[in-house]
């Protein structure tokens, strides 16, 4: 079975995220933030990180432009402006990007990036992590402590 892992970056500084990177063997980055900045951890920042993972010679992907939690596009969003999750997995960019990070999985170990620490607050388990299972896939979420998690978004009712 094909694994996908997640990781959000939250307030760590570059050390103790890349170490969680080569504890579990990552190989491959994919950030999947809308806007890859941060105020509060420039560490984070697109280019910085990049440039970061590459030197500790792991590869990196930018797909949050496509799969990223707070598209772009206004037509994407509620009336009461919160993203559209089932909107935005309808349109091709979503599936053509999301498939195309799923075959990456096959290929080499990956970890799918956002901001958040816990994926269950994060668009890595509200969108991305259900429709990665849907096709087969095992999605496991890198905790802030190192540990591996296979938590799934529960239902309401």
């Known amino acids: 079975m094909i694994e996908v892992l997640t990781i959000g970056h939250s307030n760590h500084d570059t050390e103790q995220f890349l170490a969680l990177l080569r504890r579990h063997g990552v ?13 509060y951890a420039p560490q984070f920042n697109r280019s ?5 993972v590459r030197a500790a010679g792991i590869d990196y992907r930018y797909s949050g432009d496509s799969i ?22 309808a349109t091709p960019k979503f599936q053509e990007e999301l ?3 799923a075959d990456l999985a ?3 170990r990956a970890a799918i990036m956002c ?20 096709w087969g896939l095992r999605v496991v979420h890198i905790m802030p402590d190192g ?9 309401l009712f």
């Open 115 to 134: 901001s958040e620490a816990d994926p269950m607050c994060c668009h890595r388990e509200r969108i991305l992590a259900p429709i990665l299972r849907s």
């Open 106 to 108: 096959g290929r080499v």
């Open 68 to 89: 990223g939690g707070k598209p772009k596009d206004s037509s994407l969003y509620t009336p009461s402006g919160k993203p559209d999750y089932d909107a935005l997995a």
């Open 48 to 52: 910085e990180i990049e440039r970061l």
């Open 27 to 39: 190989r491959m980055l994919v950030d999947v933030r809308s806007d890859p900045y941060s105020r």
């Open 147 to 155: 540990a591996a998690a296979e938590v799934q978004q529960q239902a």
């Open 99 to 101: 498939k195309a990070v």
